[in-house]
């Protein structure tokens, strides 16, 4: 078991998943958490667990300030991560992504660190066959439906994996789509705010789906599970059709669901639209033309991996009630955002 004195230093500590990896550290008795901050940094998320934190405020793009950061530490956690698919972002994707990913392995190659954890995401496996589940042994394909996001989580993979062969010990984790509380307009956790503005349309296809505090939980396991080393895990609680998924959001919301397909000439204007869109500048983290363009592709993952190594996932329907009821909360609060229980 890794000394609950170990030094971690956590990249992303104040985004939607590093909270909560955050917050379970410090439930489970770790002392020396280490996360990077910037002047502009929001702590909306871990305001109440702030001062549990050593921070270090300036940039990771700097190499120097990085060898700092990571000098005498332990346990690096990799959770911070450019969540966009817009083509029009890749030089900014590929730099947050990729380039920050190498600088991490090679710092904590140098720095000896013991474990290095990193987040990346399905997007990274790819497609896959049709009909069949998407495993971690699935090989990546240069498909152009990949987005600007998926290819760069996948040579960040790649980046981690050299490091593994140059001796670091490394364990990925590979969520699929995380749904939870956070902040209301930002990430994944808007599909709730979507969803009760009211949609009329949906996609024909289907997503993995996981639970935020179920990725926290993995990532515990994997501060502690030799087994896990130099190995991929899918971490990914059920896989749902997008009507699914956006119905039982919107019965939790007590608002009208969804009831007409987003047919495929739809989705092609749908696509030329918001190409126009986002040169004039429209940023969205759930919709983009890229994303829009694989709204009808079904996705399935395996999850028997991670399960042997004894993880357990929360019932989706579970998270989608009570993250509704945060938010519905936090509307008659007026507070932005909302938190799960960990």
Same mark, same amino acid.
């Given at each position: ?9 956590? =990249? ?95 710092? #904590?190659? @140098? ?11 399905? $997007? ?27 290819? #760069? ?27 939870? $509380? ?58 749902? /059709? ?14 009208? @669901?969804?009831?007409?397909?987003? =047919? ?5 204007? @749908?696509?030329?639209? &918001?190409?126009? &869109? ?6 969205? $983290? ?7 363009? /694989? ?40 507070? =932005?955002?909302? &938190?799960?229980?960990?």
């Amino acid at each position: 078991m890794l000394d609950k004195a170990a030094h971690i230093f956590l =990249t992303g500590a104040t985004g939607f998943l590093g909270a909560y990896i955050l917050r379970l550290l410090i439930k489970e008795g770790y002392t020396h958490i280490h996360a990077s901050c910037r002047d502009s940094s929001k702590f909306d998320l871990i305001s109440d667990a702030k001062d549990r934190v050593h921070w270090l405020k300036g940039d990771l793009s700097d190499p120097f300030f990085l060898e700092d950061c990571l000098t005498q530490m332990n346990i690096v956690i990799h959770a911070a991560a450019l969540v966009n698919a817009n083509a029009r972002d890749k030089a900014r994707v590929d730099k947050s992504n990729i380039e920050l990913t190498k600088n991490l392995v090679n710092q #904590s190659l @140098s720095s000896g660190i013991e474990r290095f954890i990193h987040i990346s995401s399905v $997007a990274s496996i790819g497609f896959g066959e049709t009909e069949k589940l998407i495993h971690e042994h699935t090989e990546w394909k240069n498909d152009e439906r990949n987005t600007v996001y998926a290819n #760069s989580k996948h040579f960040a993979e790649r980046e981690v994996f050299r490091g593994a062969a140059e001796g670091l010990n490394v364990v990925v984790l590979n969520p699929s789509l995380i749904l939870g $509380a956070g902040i209301w307009d930002s990430s994944t956790v808007s599909i709730f705010r979507l969803v009760e503005k009211g949609m009329k349309y949906y996609p024909s296809g289907s997503v993995g789906i996981v639970d935020v505090r179920d990725v926290a939980r993995a990532v515990s396991f994997a501060l502690n599970n030799d087994e896990m080393l130099e190995k991929r895990f899918i971490i990914s609680g059920e896989n749902w /059709t997008h009507l699914n998924m956006s119905t039982q959001i919107a019965n939790a919301l007590n608002v009208k @669901s969804p009831t007409k397909l987003l =047919t495929p000439v739809m989705v092609k204007f @749908s696509k030329i639209a &918001l190409s126009i &869109l986002e040169t004039l500048g429209y940023r969205n $983290a759930l919709i983009s033309a890229e994303r829009i363009d /694989t709204a009808d592709t079904t996705f399935a993952y395996d999850n028997t991996a991670s399960i042997e190594m004894g993880l357990t996932y929360t019932p989706i329907i579970n998270t989608i009630n009570e993250t509704a009821d945060l938010y519905l909360q936090s509307k008659n609060d007026q507070s =932005t955002f909302g &938190l799960l229980n960990i």
